[in-house]
Structure formats: C-alpha cells, structure tokens
C-alpha cells in the first residue's frame, strides 16, 4: 500500500514518463486508477498503457474524457459510472483493447451506467451503445441506464465514441 502511495505520488507529479517508460501506467491488474474530478486525470493522461483498472464516478464534476486519448490498451477494466455531465466517450477514440485480467465484478470487462440526469432526458452520456465494445473486451460488457435522447453517428462511421 504504501508503495502504491508513492508511486501515486510520483504519478500526479508528471513524473510517469521516467517512472515508467513504455511499461505504461500501473503496477499490475490490481491497480485501480480512480476517477472522480478532472485533476486525478493527471495520473494516467500520458500513459498509453493502464496496468490496473480505471473507474470513473464524474458526478457533477467531469465533463469530458479528453484527457484519456493516449489510452489504448487497460490490462483491467474500465467503468463509467454515475458521471450525469459526461455528453461522450470522446477521449477514448484510441482505446484498443480492455483486458480485464481482473474483471469488475468478476465478470465484466466495461460497465458504463447511471450516466444520464434523471429529471432531463436530454442530458447526460450519449454514444456508450454505438461502439463494438465486443472488438475491444472479450469479457462481459454492461451499457445502460445512459441518456436515451442521443444524436447518431455519422452515416459512415461505424460506431462513434463521440460527435464529429
């Protein structure tokens, strides 16, 4: 734990690049990289690989996954929870494979829900259905309860993490 605690440290100090090098972010599929404002962004911005889990649990307080897009390979899993001002996975474009050596829940590999604003179907986290998450975890995947007023991808994309 402790070591854990320093490596953090080191981490939020943008220290990972000499840490790290190309290992990537993380000691290993127990790590869990926890997400709940847009400074704790800070210790995996720069890494392109995550050795550990990242749950996300924005509330009111992140609005977009930006700092995420050097990410494209997570050896856990990836969750998106309870994040009501998140419009899209934008950030996530490059993400090409969540491993989930140690799923979430023991089963899942992404879980994304309870990202809407319940008074306001027009708010909250579109485009979670429209990508093939089956081509990036081949362990359980769980989408809902996300807003239900989404625009479409453009006609030739096939699945979009986000407008444009």
């Known amino acids: 734990?402790?070591?854990?605690?320093?490596?953090?440290?080191?981490?939020?100090?943008?220290?990972?690049?000499?840490?790290?090098?190309?290992?990537?972010?993380?000691?290993?599929?127990?790590d869990l990289f926890f997400i709940n404002s847009n400074s704790d962004f800070n210790q995996i911005q720069n890494c392109s690989t995550i050795n550990g889990s990242v749950f996300i649990n924005g509330d009111y307080?992140?609005?977009?996954?930006?700092?995420?897009?050097?990410?494209?390979?997570?050896?856990?899993?990836?969750?998106?929870?309870?994040?009501?001002?998140?419009?899209?996975?934008?950030?996530?474009?490059?993400?090409?494979?969540v491993r989930a050596y140690n799923p979430y829940l023991l089963e899942y590999g992404v879980t994304i829900k309870y990202n809407n604003y319940y008074e306001d179907n027009s708010s909250g986290l579109c485009f979670s259905d429209l990508i093939n998450w089956d081509k990036i975890t081949n362990k359980s995947i769980i989408?809902?309860?996300?807003?239900?007023?989404?625009?479409?991808?453009?006609?030739?994309?096939?699945?979009?993490?986000?407008?444009?």
């Open 1 to 30: 734990m402790i070591l854990n605690l320093i490596f953090s440290f080191f981490l939020s100090q943008n220290n990972s690049n000499l840490i790290l090098g190309y290992w990537g972010c993380g000691l290993g599929p127990e």
């Open 143 to 164: 989408v809902s309860n996300n807003r239900l007023d989404c625009p479409g991808c453009h006609f030739e994309c096939e699945g979009c993490f986000g407008p444009g």
């Open 61 to 97: 307080h992140i609005n977009s996954l930006t700092p995420m897009k050097n990410i494209e390979t997570i050896n856990g899993y990836l969750v998106i929870y309870d994040s009501h001002i998140l419009k899209s996975l934008k950030g996530l474009h490059n993400l090409r494979e």
